[in-house]
Antibody
Framework: QVQLQESGPGLVRPSQTLSLSCTVSGGSISGSTYYWSWIRQPPGEGLEWIGH???????FYSPSLKSRVLISVDTSENQFSLKVTSVTAADTAVYYC?????????????WGQGTLVTVSS | QSALTQPASVSGSPGQSITISCTGTSSDVGGYKYVSWYQQHPGKVPKLILYDVSNRPSGISNRFSGSKSGNTASLTISGLQAEDEADYYCSSYTSSSARVFGTGTKVTVL
């Protein structure tokens, strides 16, 4: 079964760039019809969709984050990554990488275990 | 893109049925059959429990059911059990091809 695992720094300084990677095991990003998504959840708050990428490299981002977010894919490593620039305390959250449905549906499954990223000086 | 509106909390006694609403607009919930629901226990990862309004993934109890009317989708939990106490989130496809989540509902089993 497909499993996802996030990795990256747990602490990022304000105004710097947050960078996370997600390693997919038990299945291949290449040749799949799925999207590969990032979702975050600030402590004690709800879920926020950040964006997704297809194995072809096509991306789509949340309009509210679009100017600061970049999602990329490395099919040779079976990984996809997230960068968020110019971070502030409001970007402090648990970040999840998730497999998501293709174009004609909307679901997220499975989820990585999540990684807490704190923005603080 | 604004978050979909869910009640902050819903409660019920064991064995009862409860319904959680998820209200959006014609540009998201009302325009598509692409609504999904997630269950999240404290400190745990969200779990997909319904997709495409009313479809259950393999292994999900048939006590969970979904429906949609106009701009509002609903999740019904029947035969409420202590293990159902968790946060629940809806999600919808949108006309801009983005995805959006609901504000979340805390379910308490009395």
């Amino acid at each position: 079964q497909v499993q996802l695992q996030e990795s990256g720094p747990g602490l990022v300084r304000p105004s710097q760039t947050l960078s996370l990677s997600c390693t997919v095991s038990g299945g291949s990003i290449s040749g799949s019809t799925y999207y590969w998504s990032w979702i975050r959840q600030p402590p004690g708050e709800g879920l926020e969709w950040i964006g997704h990428i297809h194995q072809s490299g096509s991306t789509f981002y949340s309009p509210s984050l679009k100017s600061r977010v970049l999602i990329s894919v490395d099919t040779s490593e079976n990984q996809f990554s997230l960068k968020v620039t110019s971070v502030t305390a409001a970007d402090t959250a648990v970040y999840y990488c998730v497999r998501s449905s293709g174009a004609f549906s909307n679901w997220f499954d499975p989820w990585g275990q999540g990684t807490l990223v704190t923005v603080s000086s | 893109q604004s978050a979909l509106t869910q009640p902050a909390s819903v409660s019920g006694s064991p064995g009862q049925s409860i319904t959680i609403s998820c209200t959006g607009t014609s540009s998201d919930v009302g325009g598509y059959k692409y609504v999904s629901w997630y269950q999240q226990h404290p400190g745990k990862v969200p779990k997909l429990i319904l997709y495409d309004v009313s479809n259950r993934p393999s292994g999900i109890s048939n006590r969970f059911s979904g429906s949609k009317s106009g701009n509002t989708a609903s999740l019904t939990i029947s035969g409420l059990q202590a293990e159902d106490e968790a946060d629940y989130y809806c999600s919808s496809y949108t006309s801009s091809s983005a995805r959006v989540f609901g504000t979340g509902t805390k379910v308490t089993v009395l």
